[in-house]
């Protein structure tokens, strides 16, 4: 394994060894709390422009397989844990998290001191970086990671959404029959792609949804083309404000159908109708998250993935909080009060993480099935 150096753009420098592709690269250092689901965050579209430090000390030990990717590419920008695990064991497993890496072009070093780095995070901030294979020269590494651009401001969302519109009918995995198609459509769904990810997507055909995928850049009138009985606005990377095509387009949508987003969906929603969002201070990334609905009282626990939220008090009287974040209060979750639309900042669909909140995407088919 060659030496790998991981600095900051405070000056903070890790060395450690690399176990993934060689190279430099550069992006906005956070950290991810699950467990597992490496392989599902590696191919997360929301994780564009990020490097991620896993805070599970031992990753890799049940290596990568064909069928849990949440899109198909890597996205992150490098990938950063304690140790490596180059023996890995399961069933299902095709490769090893080394060898995936390397063929994705993507770094991964290991060694260093990931409980020091994400405390270092949590007390800092989320903060750009540079990580090297090939350049041995910290000061040089250093002014790199001080002159990147700050991820506020940009739109990530062009760099990862589809090229062109596709159709979705593929249903969640099982035990018994791995992925199936589902063959009793009663619905049609338009997703608007800012960064989706498969399991979503699933979610709707498990709800017997067929699903058109368009691009984020997709006209309304395009969207009515395709007679849709309702729209998803999918999670996606970055700051939702540059995203103003998204936000336009979502004006347009809830006035004449269904509407449901989650993440990124759930931001440009909340601009939509007049709000405002803000940068949090290291984000939320993980599949522990305890969630609020204020309007039953239950407590969800939930994944999440990502940087920004909805600024509370800048929304105006038509739209409600109806969930919110139990460790900082921030907002997790809003409902035109109106209007059929509802979205939410976490991700009920899993990939990684706990199944609690799945019933989201039954509560947005009756909300479609009742306007139908």
């Not at 990530?156 to 589902?182: F, I, P």
């Not at 201070?281 to 969630?291: D, L």
Request: glycine residues 10%.
């Amino acid at each position: 394994m060659n030496k790998a150096y991981l600095v900051l753009s405070d000056g903070t420098v890790f060395e450690g060894e690399s176990f993934g592709a060689e190279g430099t690269k550069m992006g906005e250092v956070v950290f991810n709390t699950s467990m597992s689901g490496y392989q599902e965050i590696l191919t997360d579209p929301s994780y564009f422009g990020q490097m991620v430090a896993m805070t599970y000390p031992l990753i890799g030990n049940y290596g990568i397989n064909a069928d849990d990717f949440e899109s198909d590419k890597v996205w992150l920008g490098a990938f950063i844990v304690k140790e490596y695990s180059q023996i890995y064991s399961n069933y299902r497993a095709d490769m090893s998290l080394g060898d995936f890496l390397k063929q994705q072009g993507t770094i991964g070093i290991e060694g260093i001191d990931t409980r020091m780095l994400v405390r270092h995070i949590r007390e800092q901030g989320s903060m750009n970086a540079v990580i090297s294979t090939e350049i041995n020269d910290i000061e040089k590494l250093k002014k790199m990671a001080a002159e990147m651009p700050s991820i506020e401001g940009q739109d990530y969302v062009k760099e990862v959404t589809c090229d062109k519109a596709y159709e979705w009918t593929q249903k969640t995995w099982t035990l018994d029959d791995g992925y199936t198609e589902c063959t009793d459509i009663k619905r049609h769904i338009v997703a608007v792609d800012f960064g989706i990810k498969k399991n979503i997507l699933r979610y709707f055909a498990d709800q017997g949804c067929k699903v058109t995928v368009v691009p984020a850049t997709t006209s309304f009138s395009e969207i009515e083309a395709l007679k849709p009985d309702g729209v998803f606005l999918s999670n996606g990377p970055g700051d939702p404000e540059p995203v103003v095509y998204g936000i336009d387009l979502a004006k347009k949508i809830i006035e004449k159908y269904p509407t449901f987003g989650i993440c990124l969906g759930n931001q440009i929603l909340g601009l939509a109708m007049g709000g405002k969002t803000y940068k949090l201070k290291f984000g939320h990334h993980g599949g522990n998250q305890p969630v609020k609905d204020l309007e039953t009282g239950k407590v969800e626990i939930t994944p999440q993935n990502h940087c920004f939220a909805v600024d509370v008090d800048s929304l105006g009287d038509q739209v409600e909080v109806t969930h919110i974040n139990l460790n900082d209060q921030t907002v997790e979750g809003l409902k035109h009060k109106t209007l059929p639309m509802f979205s939410v900042q976490y991700h009920p669909e899993n990939g990684p993480g706990p199944q609690d909140a799945t019933y989201l995407f039954e509560r947005f088919i009756e909300m479609v099935d009742v306007r139908s």
